[in-house]
């Protein structure tokens, strides 16, 4: 008889801990709690938020926002007591977007992140799902403050899925040392065919050993060259009007990637991965004169060269003679997540607005990052860009403002690629063909032809989100 | 007809008494054996059944899964980086097998030798690559295979030959991964070898040095036939973690497909592109090969066994 109820119970309790195990699926999202207020009246607001853990997913080096968020929390304690801030770092925005994919099919909603930082790309299929709230009401009223584009790539219809976090342009990183060594105007780099003289002549003076720049084996080099950089300023398509694959026929296309074959096949470009420290090596041995790239590698040469101090300066990115514009800026967003049982979306709504609205807070950070030698931005509101903070010189650049040039950058940049919900792996399947090209196993010719092929092959048509 | 109806209740009936009694007398056992199967029913049968349903539709992993037929098997075939990452995994299979095997006699003879001075000491050297991470030991190498400053070309170098692009170069790049792959794998199958060594009685080699027969005769006639069970059993495991191999080919990777494996090409399908459907048909499909390949070694061992 014991031993009947013993075995019931264990049953019991088995049972019971598998179903609790599995969870509650709880798919109803709570969006009324989550709704955000808008810019304007934010302001007034002073709501105190429960106790808890705001949770923001970053990639790239979000430690340092981590020290803006900790300062930040302790001026605004008047109405977050006892709440705190953790970013936990992913390896990119497709990480971000398969971490919180994977979470919320598990149903485990309480381990979903409050915010995240994220690109275009992964933005439109997680904000076409409902994992993001609609930001429109809160953002449309600031639009006039922010640089223009700001919100573009957020925007699907009336519905704005994040806050804009940063504007960056593409821009030339030189080394003036090198080019004052072997007697180069580098004022001819404001073309492509001029950049590409340029990099024959370094060849020539230096024997081979400069090289004009690098050139990634992996997928760098399409995420860095391509759809940042030549494609858009030659303005390229892959993608018809009615989402046909282009690119392969494209004349836009053929102009950017024949630059690009020319300056790998001259040996202008040394072979070697980016963010590696063979590459930082290469640099510090003079070997790399300049950087096409976009402004965002101003913090890894401030980190990992700092031998170099000085010796380099930066231009606007040299334009197409025949097109005229620089590299497309490339923008990227601070979501909120639609959570279930969400505390802090209005929380991470004045967090973002402070960020980029309170001038202070702002320049303390900056000069904090400054000393560390850390990554930052240029604000996206004009009423802090115009501030003279902005334009102040760096000691890195040997006394040229890397701040004001980031700005004026802006001005002539090229529209973006359209964004697609296929442009992941339209990516994936167009980096595989420069990778071979890189390898020596094709012709430049033979890459396009391929990238068209095997796109019409596994995507077909394009879905364009008007 | 109504006979018929009569019989089949009677049967039913039958079996129904038999279950119940079946387990009523073993109702402890099967309370035991319970919550295994309630575990491996939720975090491994249903999962692979619903891998098995979503393969048949198209998913990316937010809202529901749209219905598209046999659409991912056929893509499958039309695939070139499928039938990429199908030919790298059976080029990690071959040559694991055939250098592990071969590594893990060796070194597990060598282990097993008597005469060996500082055994404990060898033996603990021999198993620290499959203790290392796998993460790290993969981050390491690709820093030795660099092309430009890496360590193996530096090696080449006094040699006079020239820098190789390992890890830059589609025809090279399945190298590296293949030494990491030997070099990580052979401790763990050489310590089972050498349970297998262990376990042959002395007194056959002893009869065998009286008969004249050297070291190379005992080998081949009664060392290698006594580990048959071994390197069979050997054989099915290397296979299985060949064609599942991801970390070694995931942190070397090489340019285009040249050295992706299926398992890594099913995970970027469904992880970096988001494609659930199409990459739970490349699971299946995987399962399908491992299932051949396991139902063709193990035809070959019976009839061995028959012989």
Known sequence: ?466 | MGKVLEKTKIRLAGIKMTIIQTLKKYKYPYLFILPFFLLFSVFQLFPMLWTVVISFSKWKGIGKPKSVGLDNYKLLFKDYMFWDAISNTLIYWVTGVIFILLLSIIIAAFLNYNRLKGRSFFKTVTFLPNVCAAIAMGIIFSMLFDENVGLVNEFLGLFGIESIGWLTSTKMSKIPVIILNIWRNTPWFTVIVLSGLLNIPREYYEAATVDGANVFQQFFRITLPSLYNILFFCFITLTVDSWKIFNEPFILKGPGTSNVSLFQYMYDTGFNLFKMGYASAIGCMLTFILLIVSLIQFRIMRKQDNI
């Open chain 1, 1 to 466: 008889m014991k031993k009947r109820i013993f075995a019931v119970l264990m049953l019991v309790t088995l049972l019971t801990g598998v179903f609790v195990g599995c969870g509650d699926k709880s798919s109803e999202k709570d969006s009324t709690a989550n709704k955000p207020t808008t810019g304007e009246e934010q302001k007034d607001t002073k709501k105190v938020f429960p106790a808890g853990k705001l949770v923001i997913y970053g990639y790239g080096q979000p430690q340092y926002l981590q020290q803006y968020f900790d300062a930040w929390l302790e001026k605004n304690r008047d109405i977050a007591p006892e709440v705190s801030i953790e970013i936990v770092q992913t390896e990119g925005a497709s990480d971000s977007r398969e971490k919180i994919t994977m979470t919320y099919a598990s149903g485990a909603n309480e381990d979903l992140p409050d915010a995240l930082y994220i690109d275009p790309v992964n933005l439109l299929d997680l904000g076409q799902g409902e994992l993001l709230i609609d930001v429109a009401d809160f953002v449309t009223p600031l639009k006039d403050k922010l640089v223009d584009g700001a919100t573009n790539d957020a925007t699907v219809g009336d519905k704005i899925y994040a806050l804009p976090e940063s504007v960056r342009p593409q821009v030339l990183f030189y080394n003036e040392k090198l080019f004052k060594e072997y007697d180069i105007d580098p004022s001819r780099m404001s073309t492509i065919e001029g950049y590409i003289e340029v990099g024959r002549e370094l060849k020539e003076k230096s024997n081979g050993k400069v090289y004009l720049s690098y050139i990634d084996p992996g997928s760098k080099t399409w995420r860095y060259y391509g759809r940042r950089g030549l494609l858009p300023q030659a303005n390229a398509k892959i993608w018809g009007e009615d989402g046909e694959v282009v690119i392969d026929t494209d004349s836009g296309a053929k102009l950017a990637f024949d630059a690009l074959d020319i300056m790998y096949s001259e040996g202008l470009l040394l072979k070697t991965a980016i963010f590696e420290p063979a590459l930082y090596d290469a640099v510090k041995d003079g070997q790399i004169a300049t950087f096409y790239i976009g402004a965002f590698w101003d913090e890894f040469l401030r980190k990992n060269v700092t031998e170099t101090a000085g010796d380099w300066k930066v231009l606007s990115a040299p334009a197409f003679e025949n097109v005229g514009v620089a590299g497309a800026p490339v923008s990227s967003y601070f979501a909120i997540v639609n959570k279930p049982g969400g505390k802090y979306a209005e929380l991470c709504q004045k967090l973002w607005y402070d960020f980029h609205f309170d001038a202070q807070a702002r320049e303390d950070w900056v000069n904090a990052m400054e000393e560390q030698n850390a990554p930052y931005a240029n604000p996206i509101t004009k009423e802090l860009l115009a501030d003279d903070f902005w334009k102040e010189p760096s000691k890195f650049y040997g006394g040229q403002s890397f701040r004001e040039i980031e700005g004026s950058a802006l001005e002539n940049g090229a529209t973006n690629l359209v964004v697609t919900p296929q442009d992941v792996e339209a990516d994936n399947i167009i980096s595989i063909e420069l990778e071979k090209y890189v390898a020596g196993d094709q012709t430049m010719d033979e890459a396009i032809k391929n990238m068209g092929k095997n796109l019409r092959n596994k995507i077909g048509k394009a879905e364009l989100i008007k």
